[in-house]
């Protein structure tokens, strides 16, 4: 590295380490990291590479079951590793923010938004609440939140996966830090909703000159976010260059191997028959919340062993839609269809049977599984719960699930979910499903907070269960990567309704609906120069304007 002028943030030799059955042993191997006043580094790499633990390393923390065990963190010229407890406290949420992955699993349930996000600057004398809670409205507003006046003034649970993450973003930036550690800050949205945060996001970068880290096991989103790119894997460093020159250039086969992935793509199959029944068939449903209307007159059929993918923006109905399904909200018109007969609206008056055949897989494994029971427990109780297995039988057949999603019986039955990566944990998510033995599965996001080659290994898991199966599926997501290489046929919505559907082939070829076409031309590429160029097709001056639009 050049001189230090300017340098924010110098790691040298930094070594962590992790603890496992009363053993410690080493996560991070020696990592050196420089990072200057306004630039972003982004920090890719698998899941395991140890991206978030080097993240939260330069705010001078280490996880549970964690330490740092060598190597300085110098943030500013104070020296982290040897700083009292009280000086860091004073650091992080002033100087240094954190945006999480999971917006969800990490704000307050109990408080509004507008109340955790003033905490940070009141606590640190930065600005009174009042000040705060106007910049706080401010921000909402940059980050295109909508009615950003009165957003705030909402629970998290009152408020989209997308709004909660951007509602993150904007409390990370309350006190506008030195430095910023983004923690895959887009891997919930769709997206549109994706281009304006990142749009936001390097608006107030460039406007503050504020240094961040970037992580994320997108690489394209990388591309338009990062200076420079440090590849990670297993706890070491494969290489570091300037973005232009990792991606049109990179040295290391790992590297290469990273550029290549998400290959998969089965092959689609026809369309059913004309006197095929569906397994589902959603017939014209609308549903509210409260005085809200959030669907209007929704209606496509899921055919058995296919795929349908249902995409949109956040808020457009889609998990409403599954909601509804599923009997978890009840439709105010029109019905749902399994095999033809007409089922209850709610679940609660659904039989068991009913109950079994659909089956849900949730985006977030980490809040979707108990953290207190062991593997074998989180699977065993749908078992026990639908065919009345116990003891050796349950056993045999948790078993049988655990060998379905390819993890060994005799090594995962045992551990709670905090001994698995994201990976496996979505795999266990993935066999409580099963579990059922259901004939339908909604598949919620369900790659969307993994890496891209765990998640290829997921959807190629969830293709071969289908197969072998015959399993129907509705897939949830705003990534269309993932409709390409698993769909059969999409299903488009926008504010609660259908505004396109069909195979997935013809979908995919123009002319599309003006929303679709919305949707496949706000999927970044890797090319550090396309989330410029789209602005400007767009008519967009400047990224600042982007964000306040």
Not at 180 to 186: R, V
């Amino acid at each position: 590295m050049s001189d230090d002028k300017g340098l924010l943030l110098k790691i040298r030799g930094l070594r962590i380490e992790g603890r496992a059955d009363e053993k410690w042993f080493e996560i991070v191997h020696g990592i050196d990291l420089d990072l200057r006043r306004g630039e972003v580094m982004g920090l890719i790499g698998e899941s395991g590479a140890g991206k978030s633990t080097i993240g939260l390393a330069a705010m001078g923390f280490a996880r549970d079951g964690c330490r740092i065990s060598a190597g300085s963190i110098e943030f500013d010229g104070m020296e982290l590793t040897s700083s009292p407890e009280e000086d860091l406290r004073m650091l992080r949420g002033a100087r240094i923010a954190y945006v999480a992955q999971s917006a969800a699993a990490s704000f307050n349930p109990a408080h509004k938004l507008i109340d955790q996000h003033t905490a940070a600057p009141v606590q640190h004398k930065i600005k009174t609440r009042k000040e705060s809670q106007e910049d706080a409205m401010e921000l909402y507003r940059r980050l295109r939140l909508p009615n950003p006046d009165e957003i705030g003034f909402r629970y998290p649970h009152q408020v989209s996966g997308g709004q909660l993450q951007r509602a993150m973003t904007a409390m990370a930036m309350s006190c506008r830090p030195d430095l910023i550690i983004f923690d895959e800050p887009t891997t919930a949205l769709d997206v549109t909703t994706q281009i304006e945060v990142l749009a936001a996001i390097r608006d107030i970068v460039d406007q503050f000159s504020t240094a961040a880290l970037y992580i994320t096991h997108d690489l394209a989103v990388v591309a338009q976010m990062a200076d420079r790119i440090k590849v990670l894997l297993k706890g070491d460093e494969v290489e570091e260059a300037d973005t232009r020159s990792m991606l049109e250039a990179p040295r290391e086969d790992y590297t290469k191997s990273l550029w290549a992935v998400r290959s998969f793509q089965r092959t689609q199959k026809p369309p059913a028959g004309p006197g095929e029944t569906p397994v589902i068939s959603v017939n014209g449903i609308s549903a509210s919340y409260g005085p809200v209307k959030v669907l209007e007159d929704v209606s496509f059929d899921i055919h058995r062993g296919r795929t349908v993918a249902v995409v949109g923006e956040s808020g457009s109905g889609k998990s409403t839609a599954a909601r509804c399904i599923t009997g978890l909200l009840p439709p105010t018109a029109g019905d749902i269809r399994h095999n033809g007969q007409v089922l209850p609206a709610s679940f609660k008056a659904r039989s068991k049977d009913q109950l079994r055949q659909a089956q849900m897989i949730y985006q977030m494994a980490d809040t979707a599984l108990n953290p207190k029971k062991r593997i074998g427990e989180i699977i065993g109780r749908p078992v026990a719960f639908y065919r009345g297995l116990r003891g050796a039988d349950l056993k045999k057949r948790v078993d049988e699930l655990l060998d379905q999603i390819e993890l060994e019986p005799s090594q995962y039955y045992h551990r709670v979910p905090s001994e698995l990566s994201g990976g496996q944990k979505q795999r266990v998510g993935i066999a409580r499903a099963l579990a059922a033995d259901p004939e339908f599965i909604i598949c919620d996001e369900v790659t969307s907070a993994l890496d891209q080659l765990v998640a290829e290994g997921i959807l190629k898991l969830l293709d071969r269960l289908q197969e072998d199966l015959n399993l129907a599926y509705m897939f949830i997501t705003h990534d269309l990567a993932t409709v390409r290489a698993i769909a059969d046929e999409v299903v488009v919505m926008k504010e609660g309704r259908v505004v396109e559907a069909g195979p997935k082939d013809e979908m995919f070829r123009p002319p599309h609906h003006e929303y679709t076409d919305l949707l496949l031309s706000s999927v970044p590429e890797m090319d550090p120069d396309w989330l410029d160029g789209l602005l400007e097709r767009r008519g967009v001056d400047n990224i600042g304007e982007a964000a306040r639009k």
